[in-house]
Structures are given as structure tokens and as C-alpha cells.
């Protein structure tokens, strides 16, 4: 499909009137609709008090110390996006699909069920001057309606643990073009400090959230539809970033170390993985 005919699909894809859609989603899909709508709205969050932003948005402060992943996420984006049909699945506020735009991708894509946050993106698209190879859309991520075979990259940043996988990995399959490669930033289900503390702030996340933070078995079930190709494994002890001031670079130096040793390298925050469709599918 060459690229004048995938932008028209995508134009018949923003002409689908949102009853349409939005009527046959399902309750769970519906609430992550809402959640998200509610949780990227910008007026609200500026008009909360300090009190009730701690309470809703109180782990922001913790991706402080994600530093080294977001430089290999940074740098994996500039290395397979050029020239390329690429997807920010799941896009919330579109900064890496505004990023592989800056990267000279050939078409940037960011698709996200919420409205507000596909608006969010084309206002920041718009600043950052990438709108003439990015576009952004309203869609369901386990039914995008992009044509089968039609993207080369895919990033999905912390959002497949808001997806049913048994849904979601086969249509990412079919939209994936032969030898496509997907790269997947995900919270780790280990650790028992992070699990608690996602207990007690139940408020931050959906309950569907809250239930399918992903571990190693959903490698396992990614294998029925993809190659696995790199893995990495990230922030152990930078996590206490925010209370220690200016020990970010010696905990990223320890982490460095722990995340290299099996088991405790299960004990991060956060994991990456590539999932590769197979060239002769």
C-alpha cells in the first residue's frame, strides 16, 4: 500500500462519526474512554489543589527516575523510524509520535481511544511544527481499523496493560507489515513494594489497570503471534530518585549493575521488549 492511499484510509477513518464507534464499545472500554478523557484534561488538572493533585497524579514524580529508559526508548525511535509508516499505538499525548516526526519517519500515526488526548496531541504536533508527516486519530487500539499490513513501527508507551492482549496482539499483528518490529514499554508485575503501593492508590488506575500489570507469561502469550527480540529491564533503586536529591546518577549506575543479575532484574519498574513479525507472514 503505498502512502498517498494510507493517509486516505485514515481520513475515512476520522469521518466514522464517534456514535458510531463509541456505541459498540464494550463497558470496560468505555471506562477507559472516560478514565483517560477525565485524566488528560488540562483546564482540570491545572485547577486542582495541591491535596487532590498528589492524590490522583502523585506518582508523577517517580518518572523522574526513568531517565535511562526514556534515552534508549529516545534512541530506538531514531533508529527505526526513518523512512518508515509509524505508529504510536495507544498514543496518549503523541510525544513519540511527535518524536518520529521530528525523525523524519515517512508518516507518523498516534492513536488513542480518548478524544481529549488525540486533541492534545495535534496542539502539540502543531508547536512542534511535525504536522506535514503526523497524524492523529480517535480509535479503539483492539479494533484501529487501519488497513491490514500497513505499519513498519510500532511503539506502545505503558498502555498494553490497559488492553485485552487476546484482543490486542492479533491486531497488531494484522495491521504490521511483514518484518515490522514493535517496541513495548510496560510497568513489571514483581515487585512487591511497587504492587503495594499500586494497592493503596487505587484512584491513580483503572481497576482493569490495576489487574493486568504485565509480567513474563504475556512474553510467553506474545509468542503465539511474534518473534521476541530484545528485553531489558529498568529502575530498581532509582525509583527513591525523588527523596534522595541529586542521587538519580549514582542509582543509575546501580541499577545498571542489578538489572543484568536474573531474579533481581525482576524486582524493576519497568521493562522493554520488541515484539518482530516474521518476514514471511
Known amino acids: 500500500m503505498d502512502l498517498d492511499t494510507l493517509i486516505m484510509k485514515i481520513k475515512d477513518i476520522e469521518k466514522i462519526p464517534d456514535w458510531q464507534w463509541i456505541n459498540e464499545l464494550n463497558n470496560r472500554k468505555r471506562k477507559e474512554l472516560e478514565f483517560h478523557d477525565k485524566n488528560r484534561d488540562s483546564s482540570r488538572i491545572e485547577s486542582l489543589d495541591q491535596d487532590t493533585y498528589e492524590q490522583f497524579y502523585g506518582n508523577k514524580k517517580y518518572y523522574q527516575a526513568t531517565t535511562l529508559s526514556k534515552e534508549y526508548v529516545n534512541n530506538w525511535i531514531k533508529k527505526n523510524c526513518p523512512n518508515r509508516i509509524f505508529l504510536d499505538y495507544a498514543c496518549g499525548n503523541g510525544k513519540n509520535a511527535i518524536k518520529a516526526g521530528k525523525n523524519k519517519a515517512k508518516l507518523a500515526i498516534g492513536l488513542d481511544i480518548s478524544r481529549v488526548s488525540v486533541e492534545n496531541s495535534k496542539k502539540e504536533a502543531k508547536k512542534e511544527n511535525v504536522n506535514n508527516n503526523t497524524i492523529f486519530i480517535q480509535a479503539d487500539a483492539e479494533n484501529t481499523m487501519l488497513p491490514s499490513k500497513s505499519i513498519d513501527v510500532i ?95 549514582a542509582l543509575n549506575k546501580i541499577d545498571k549493575f542489578l538489572t543484568r543479575i536474573p531474579i533481581i532484574k525482576l524486582m524493576a519498574w519497568i521493562f522493554t521488549f520488541e515484539l518482530i513479525k516474521k518476514k514471511d507472514t
Open 155 to 249: 511503539i506502545c508507551s505503558g498502555m498494553l496493560h490497559h488492553l485485552d492482549l487476546s484482543y490486542a496482539f492479533p491486531e497488531l499483528r494484522r495491521i504490521m507489515r511483514p518484518g515490522g518490529i514493535l517496541l513495548a514499554i510496560e510497568a513489571l508485575n514483581y515487585n512487591p513494594a511497587i504492587k503495594m503501593y499500586r494497592y493503596f492508590t487505587p484512584q491513580m488506575r483503572t481497576k482493569w489497570e490495576k489487574a493486568h500489570i504485565l509480567s513474563l507469561n504475556d512474553l510467553k502469550f506474545a509468542e503465539r503471534f511474534f518473534d521476541i527480540g530484545e528485553i531489558k529491564f529498568w529502575h530498581i533503586t532509582s525509583i527513591i530518585a525523588p527523596y534522595i536529591k541529586f542521587g538519580l546518577p
